[in-house]
């Protein structure tokens, strides 16, 4: 199976086209959850926090990542529940 797509091996080799303005911090909303995530320059790293609190794995401390993407996409839900009681996404 032939990859979908690759990494830079370095930053100055990247070909993806960065659009918006640097922040340090970022909150999202969804129907169960607020994520969200704080750069730590001394970790040179973002770190996740789930409704305020520090998001943390149950092996390596706490969640983190080198790059966070955030998509805004329109979903379409059916009139289903998931147990958690939040709507099903109509599959495309």
């Known amino acids: 199976m032939e990859a979908a797509f690759s990494y830079a091996p370095e930053p100055e080799f990247a ?16 129907p169960n959850t607020s994520p969200s995530w704080t750069w730590a320059t001394d970790a040179d790293a973002w770190l996740r926090s789930e409704a305020g ?5 149950t ?10 993407l ?3 996409v329109e979903v ?13 996404p109509r599959r495309s």
């Open 15 to 30: 070909t993806a086209v960065a659009e918006g303005e640097p922040t340090g911090s970022l909150q999202l909303s969804f």
């Open 53 to 57: 609190a520090d998001a943390m794995t």
């Open 59 to 68: 092996d390596e401390g706490r969640v983190s990542a080198v790059n966070v």
């Open 70 to 72: 955030v998509l805004r």
């Open 76 to 88: 379409h839900n059916t009139s289903y529940t998931d147990p958690s009681g939040s709507p099903v």
